[in-house]
């Protein structure tokens, strides 16, 4: 094959790369909606080929990604990060908040409270 016509599906590809633990995850991911160079695909038989830049959701954020490699099989996790490069922006400014602990327990008062406020709320 030459170079020109190299390409795999875009849910093996994110199964190798190893964003996902199954291809079944990888394929829902592409069906939830992946960008690839910018333009949205919804199905996972979609093909990559080196130089694609994929854009997705990845645990709590977006993720960028340029395919480097497309990779003949699912390896170990260096193998699988030769396979990308990292293209996500750094967060900036957003430091990790803590969120404080409740001294104790909720009484039955705040639990009516909060239920109430919860009803309330659309």
Do not use: I
Not at 76 to 103: I, K, M, N, Q, W
């Amino acid at each position: 094959m030459s170079d020109a016509d190299e390409r795999v599906r875009l849910d093996v590809w994110l199964w190798r790369a190893r964003f996902f633990r199954t291809r079944t995850l990888a394929a829902k991911a592409v069906a939830g909606g992946v960008r690839v160079n910018g333009a949205r695909t919804d199905k996972p038989s979609a093909c990559v080929r080196p130089g694609d830049v994929l854009t997705f959701v990845d645990g709590a954020g977006v993720r960028v990604a340029e395919v480097a490699a497309l990779g003949a099989r699912r390896g170990p996790a260096a193998e699988a990060r030769s396979l990308y490069v990292d293209r996500t922006a750094p967060d900036e400014g957003h430091a990790p908040v803590d969120a404080a602990a409740p001294d104790r327990r909720p009484s039955s008062r705040d639990r009516r409270a909060l239920a109430a406020l919860r009803r309330s709320t659309p």
